[in-house]
Nanobody
Framework: QVQLVESGGGLVQAGGSLRLSCAAS????????MSWHRQAPGKQRELVAD??????????NYADSVKGRFTISRDTAKNTVDLQMNSLKPEDTAVYYC???????????WGQGTQVTVSS
């Protein structure tokens, strides 16, 4: 069973930066797709960014609301994925979840979530 553990959340002022990390363990196969999602109070969970690996090439996608501010990256050898978040805004406040899967856009495994709070 794949387990995901997130770290790096916290409280930051608007305009600041945070880096989230997620480590996957327990997989006997290559995890090709990893992603970050977030859920703010009273809102549905939304995809923030995902990254799909095909061989040595990684393909990243971002929600429009974070393009140019967030960067997703991964280390396939370590089965980790990071989310660098810059120019944070109060509306980025949410619980951020790491997710992973063996097939692109199909995330079968989820982390427990980490809180990100951006103060104005």
């Amino acid at each position: 069973q794949v387990q995901l553990v997130e770290s790096g959340g916290g409280l930051v002022q608007a305009g600041g930066s945070l880096r989230l990390s997620c480590a996957a363990s327990g997989s006997n196969f290559v995890i090709n797709a990893m992603s970050w999602h977030r859920q703010a109070p009273g809102k549905q969970r939304e995809l923030v960014a995902d990254i799909t690996s095909r061989g040595r090439t990684h393909y990243a996608n971002y929600a429009d609301s974070v393009k140019g501010r967030f960067t997703i990256s991964r280390d396939t050898a370590k089965n980790t994925v990071d989310l660098q978040m810059n120019s944070l805004k109060p509306e980025d406040t949410a619980v951020y979840y790491c997710a992973a899967g063996y097939v692109a856009n199909k995330f079968d495994y989820w982390g427990q979530g980490t809180q990100v709070t951006v103060s104005s």
